[in-house]
């Protein structure tokens, strides 16, 4: 069996890569490396090609032809929620375009196993200290309206001929499973402290309004071992020939605002980290937290890291790349 992760020269795609290849399965990455890094992929396979390209419906088909592909994992996205909203028409050219000509190609290859990254964003702005799957998903940027309209047309693929189709909910992903996998991109909370930090600058807080405790937004923090885990249980319920749920949560069910994150950081690295309030951004809810029952219950997978396990695996990476703070 050879599974094909587009976006698996990225963050989260490279532990699934290392996570699959431990256990012994054959991986093919198709990345336009645009943030990704082609050494991250180990001897995975790999195909240098924009998911979204007007070619990449006949180069995805040749390759899991090619290559005997079972399953796919699509990461292949832009995540940016301030640059969707500034840039919609791009979000959806990249994020649904892509994700159409991943299913195309898997209907003319004859692959019908797919697991989908979405995001917790198409939630929107939920009233509900816990964010169950059953919940009406109200988008309020184009990331997270691109994020849904995946999930619509992973489902409406199952309809039609038969793709075995689940989408992963991520919440906020962070950490690192080994040093070397660190986040290489400064797009996450995480890394952003660490980058204002190394440059000399004050980290950002875009809000200190909300209505949260500390007045900063609240988040789902999922190390991203534990994400990567998720997808191996994802790929063998798809194995299964009843399944119930095409959706799954991957969080942990308990909520660390922006404030607590940077000062965390702060004890965990000895470095001093007084924090500049900004503007809030547009298109960020206050608190979105996941119930991760479902998952749980159904897939049988539980987050075994603790916010704590996230943060020091996260300044042990960024510590150990090129750009080292001294504390």
Known sequence: MTILVTGGAGYIGAHVVRVLHERGEEVVVVDDLSTGRAERIGGATLVHLDVASPEAVGTLTRTMR?????????????????ESVERPAYYYQQNVGGLTNVISAMEAAGVDRLVFSSSAATYGMPAVSLVEEKLHAEPINPYGETKLIGEWLGRAASRAWGLRFVALRYFNVAGAGWDELGDPAILNLIPMVLDRVERGERPAIFGDDYPTPDGTCIRDYIHVLDLAEAH?????????????HDVFNVGTGRGA????????????????MDAEIKPRRAGDPPHLVASPERINTVLGWHATRTFDDILTSAWNAWQAGPRRIEA
């Open 66 to 82: 090619d290559h005997d592909v079972t399953a796919v994992i699509h990461f292949a996205a832009r995540k940016q929620v301030g």
């Open 257 to 272: 605002s922006v404030r607590e994150v940077i000062d965390g950081l702060a004890e965990i690295s000895g470095v001093t």
């Open 232 to 244: 191996v249980a994802a790929l063998e319920y798809l194995a299964e020939d009843t399944r119930e």
